[in-house]
Nanobody, 128 residues
Framework: VQLVESGGGSVQPGGSLKLSCVVS????????IHWVRQAPGRGLEWVSN????????AHADSVRGRFTVSRDNAKNTAYLQMNALKPEDTAVYYC??????????????????????WGQGTQVTVSS
């Protein structure tokens, strides 16, 4: 299983970016996808979750109302639409998939890159 993120870049405050996460292998449609970020000098921070059928989503308080997670199971791809970006959103963004079908990873498990499958990350920089 490989996860490849793309779509990061540099943007001014108030701008938007859309991250993509392409997941190789079969059974994409039976796994939760999580987005996690790591700001410079800080630990891993959970950002959002989406369940296998795409109906159930959740977002951290820090991004709720600005970020939207989605997925296209036909394309094995998950997305993170980020609007109204702030300098504090600057981080490397990772998508993560668990190993057990239909079972998502807990926030504590998402603090450990040895649990689940992780992409290489994509850098998002918000600066004027």
């Amino acid at each position: 299983v490989q996860l490849v993120e793309s779509g990061g870049g540099s943007v001014q405050p108030g701008g938007s970016l859309k991250l993509s996460c392409v997941v190789s292998g079969s059974s994409f449609n039976v796994h939760w996808i999580h987005w996690v970020r790591q700001a410079p000098g800080r630990g891993l921070e959970w950002v959002s979750n989406i369940n296998p059928n795409g109906i159930g989503t959740a977002h951290a308080d820090s991004v709720r109302g600005r970020f939207t997670v989605s997925r296209d199971n036909a394309k094995n791809t998950a997305y993170l639409q980020m609007n109204a970006l702030k300098p504090e959103d600057t981080a490397v963004y990772y998508c993560v998939r668990g190993k057990i079908p239909w079972l998502g990873l807990s926030n504590s498990e998402l603090q450990n890159k040895s649990i689940g499958f992780w992409g290489q990350g994509t850098q998002v920089t918000v600066s004027s």
